[in-house]
RNA sequence: GCGAUUGUAGCUCAGUAGGUUAGAGUGCCAGGUUGUGGCCCUGGAGGUCGUGGGUUCGAGCCCCAUCAUUCGCCCCA
């Protein structure tokens, strides 16, 4: 092992597949990510990218001082000019910073978004969680119109269809206000009580610390205590209310369908409204491929005039582990070469040759490469197919005397010869 | 933050109850075979056994610490 390592519990994205590790490979990221930015291009959305860290208040204040990121997940630190800032954990905090300090908000009254950027959270690694994981996602200001809620899950959900996970399940839910919020804690609270102590150690610690995520368990005595709970949406008020029946008609009318999930809540505390995540089928433990909703107070609490918005994010790295889960093919390797030039005989006489060919269809735009280490026609050949080009050119002492060059299909062996000054051409009708 | 797990060659791993010079497969390099490969044969290079202490006549193996790995919990993406 080499004397240094990647910081830990974060990942080297290298640019050839492993065994071990096949979703750790640049061409496979490098396809996913364009897929998203493609589905966020026909959605009309925007890219938006900010710095990678920020002041560290602008994620305690937003994200809240209870939450476990805020109280033991920050990556802060105080810079050399004694200001505390912090590697930032998620990005809705820093795409709402950036639109207030630009003025977005009133330049452009409804604003679609999206972003792709590392986000850093200092905790324990374990499959599926990193403490640098790139984010993808999406956000939407200036509209609480629950049509552009159901935009926003439908793009989510092309997105994922667009890389080949077809099995997908929509969840939702509303929170409502914080204060309608407040009002489902005490009533859910009064209904666990009495029987607190039947519950797991865990379930007991979540009424303490955070009732809502009691509904949130596998426990399945816990499961069965909860029978008969009483539901968030029961305490909506009138406005969250009809905004959540306006949402599921749209779904429905799109024909997008969902299942309404009363124990889906969602940790930050800016969130309002609209709850939802995308579940995949037949993944297990890991189901949850990506989540979003509505955070109408976030902009005001922020410093801006309050601006309604809701977003969806969803985690690369777990992207790609489902991905693989599911054995799901991507496109080949983008980074393949399209022909490998192969020498053959004196060096002195052909090596100039090769590479004076190899810049001419360089310059047409062709990808070529060849072999530096001088060997002979097995070992270049071989080098040539660990990259994976498609065709070889041959390229020895008899074929520079006549002017041409060998093009062998790897996949068919076929070789034939071409003309030196065609090559090009030849090349250029096979890409 | 809590609990486990693993660390020996580039890679995958073996290494018996502590006992000479630490092994295998694969990959790499060279030759057999200066111009058409992947096979085969022969040879070769490559290790501070994660690191630092300790126990012992003697440590890859036992003990302590430390760093790193992987996985689970909490929580999240």
């Known amino acids: 092992m080499s004397k240094y390592t990647a910081p830990p519990y974060m990942n080297d994205v290298l640019p050839f597949p492993s065994k071990k590790e096949a979703w750790l490979h640049t061409a496979r990221w490098r396809y996913v990510e364009s897929a998203f930015r493609a589905v966020c291009r026909r959605y009309g959305y925007r890219e938006i990218r900010t710095p990678i860290l920020e002041q560290t208040e602008l994620f305690t204040r937003s994200i809240g ?36 300090e630009h003025n977005l908000f009133n330049e452009h009254p409804v ?86 102590e039947q519950f797991s150690q865990e379930g007991q610690m979540r009424f303490e610390v955070n009732p809502l995520r009691m509904l949130d368990t596998k426990d399945s005595g816990d499961l ?6 009483p539901n968030l949406v029961d305490f909506l008020d009138d406005d969250s209310r009809e905004h959540f029946e306006l949402l599921q008609a749209y779904l429905t009318s799109a024909g997008v369908p969902y299942v309404i999930d009363h124990r889906l809540v969602r940790g930050f505390d800016y969130y309002t409204r609209t709850a939802f995540e995308i579940v995949g089928k037949n993944l297990g433990a890991q189901s949850a491929l990506g989540g979003g909703g509505r955070y109408d107070g976030l902009v005001a609490e922020c410093g801006g005039t309050s601006t309604p918005g809701i977003g969806f994010g969803l985690g690369m790295e777990r992207c790609m582990l489902v991905l693989d889960t599911l054995g799901i093919e991507l496109p080949a390797d983008d980074e393949r070469p399209l022909a490998f030039v192969v020498t053959l005989g004196d060096e002195k006489t052909v090596r100039p040759v090769a590479v004076k060919l190899l810049s001419e269809l360089r310059a047409a735009g062709i990808a070529v490469d060849m072999d530096y280490r001088y060997k002979k026609f097995g070992q270049q050949a071989r080098t040539a197919d660990e990259l994976g080009a498609r065709y070889l ?8 005397a006549e002017g041409v060059v060998g093009l062998r299909d790897q996949a068919t062996k076929e070789q034939r010869n071409v003309p030196l000054a065609e090559v090009t051409q030849e090349l250029l009708a096979l890409a």
């Open 65 to 100: 001082e209870a939450t476990d990121i805020v109280s033991k997940e920050m990556f802060t630190f105080t810079d050399r000019g004694g200001r505390s800032m912090t590697l930032k954990p998620e990005g809705t905090a820093p795409a709402v910073r950036a639109c207030l």
């Open 224 to 229: 069965k205590l909860l029978e008969g709970a």
């Open 111 to 196: 604003l679609k978004l999206y972003y792709q950027g590392q986000n850093f959270r200092y905790e324990r690694g374990q499959k599926g969680r990193y403490r640098q994981h790139q984010q993808l996602g999406v956000e939407v200001f200036g509209s609480t119109d629950a049509a552009i809620d159901a935009e926003v899950i439908q793009l989510a959900m092309e997105f994922y269809r667009t890389i080949g996970i077809t099995e997908q399940e929509l969840h939702i839910n509303s929170v409502g206000t914080p204060e309608s919020r407040k009002a489902y804690l005490e009533a859910l609270r009064d209904f666990t009580r009495p029987n607190l």
């Open 393 to 400: 050119l041959v390229l020895g002492e008899g074929e520079i």
